[in-house]
């Protein structure tokens, strides 16, 4: 209860009720770097050797829960000055997280912010075709270099965070649609069914998926193809 978690973008993530009577009740709260008066505040979400994923108690932070309580409510309102509110009460948490941590970051270097534009441009086209000779070409770096600089930053290579963000797209697909796989593959940027396969079956157990899941997922694909 009460427990706050973070996680960036290039994390997959699923969560299960596994046990007790309680229901489970989630606020999650996705936000764009622009709203973010410190932007050093983002390390604190970058799953890297410098920052893990971090499980916070909340009650253990004076003033936290209610803050984020708060924040949630005015979300919901359709009330003037509304984002001028919620992003200071946003700002206002992360301060308290950071304190409570002793957080500490490291001062972005050119390449870091290459990176981070690098991590959007692919965050707004996974589905489309890329190359690490693209996307290095686009950060102005040699492959090498960037290809060095983005595991740095995010903790997974170019192609793995790439396959991550189609199979996360993909299980939300076979979650929610009938679409048949191969449909699926196309519209998530596979080329073929077995490269998406393959992807899948290794990505999605990362995402959270018990491999039992993975399976009724594709039976069920598979009876809405038939």
Do not use: W
């Amino acid at each position: 209860k009460d427990d706050v978690i973070l996680f960036d973008n290039t994390t997959l993530r699923r969560f299960t009720k596994i046990h007790g009577p309680e229901a489970l009740s989630m606020q999650i709260i996705m936000f764009s770097p622009d709203v973010l008066k410190n932007t050093n505040f983002l390390y604190m979400f970058h799953n890297t050797p410098l920052c893990k994923t971090r499980i916070i108690h909340g009650n253990e932070i004076q003033g936290l829960i209610p803050l984020l309580n708060t924040l949630g409510e005015e979300c919901q309102r359709l009330l003037p000055y509304r984002f001028d509110i919620t992003h200071s009460l946003f700002n206002a948490a992360l301060a308290l997280i950071a304190r409570h941590t002793g957080f500490e970051y490291t001062k972005p270097t050119k390449n870091d912010r290459k990176i981070r534009q690098a991590i959007l441009f692919i965050d707004r086209n996974y589905t489309a075709p890329l190359s690490l000779t693209q996307l290095a070409a686009r950060a102005n770096m040699t492959p090498s270099s960037f290809s060095k600089a983005f595991l740095k930053r995010t903790g997974v290579g170019v192609t793995q965070y790439i396959l991550r963000r189609r199979i996360e797209y993909a299980i939300e697909l076979l979650e929610h649609t009938n679409k048949r796989v191969l449909d699926i593959a196309l519209e998530c940027g596979f080329n073929n069914i077995s490269h998406f396969n393959r992807a899948f079956k290794n990505d999605a157990v990362v995402a959270g998926l018990h491999p039992f899941d993975i399976e009724k997922l594709f039976e069920k694909t598979v009876h809405s193809e038939s």
